[in-house]
């Protein structure tokens, strides 16, 4: 199956960006709406997976005063394990300015996914909405 990436562009993909998060965060993880759905949605940059036209995953990434913030992946469960996740993780990274941080707060069962991308733990593990997370950032070019 192939992934396709593309950057949300209008209101009609921002619908499917949220509907994708709230099947996985809202229904499936019991996080409440209030908290999935934040204050960071105007100022965040989406991405949508499709395979064979379907939208399948959606990831987002935001500057913050640390750095570039990647969060809120998400992949509807009959296309986990197909490199949704992967695709999406590197088409992001591609978009980015590798001279400044980028972190993400990974869910403690997806440490070592976010390791093959190249990703380094750091810090202690933390409690975010119930669900144990680590912090994780990618290397700065010229470091």
């Not at 949704?84 to 941080?101: E, P, R, S, W």
Request: proline share 1%; charged share 25%; glycine share 6%.
């Amino acid at each position: 199956m192939e992934v396709n990436i593309k950057i949300v562009e209008n209101d009609q993909e921002k619908e499917l960006v949220l509907s994708i998060r709230r099947i996985v965060f809202i229904k499936e993880l019991n996080i409440p709406e209030y908290m999935e759905i934040d204050h960071n949605e105007d100022s965040a940059t989406y991405v949508l997976a499709n395979i064979e036209s379907k939208y399948v995953g959606t990831a987002r990434w935001r500057v913050t005063d640390l750095g570039i913030k990647l969060e809120r992946f998400a992949v509807l469960s009959k296309y986990r394990s197909c490199g949704v996740g992967t695709a999406m993780t590197k088409f992001i990274l591609k978009q980015l300015d590798h001279t400044k941080l980028i972190y993400l707060n990974a869910q403690e069962s997806a440490i070592s996914f976010y390791e093959k991308l190249g990703f380094d733990s750091i810090g202690s593990k933390f409690d975010e909405v119930g669900i144990a997370h680590q912090k994780m950032i990618f290397p700065i070019v010229g470091k």
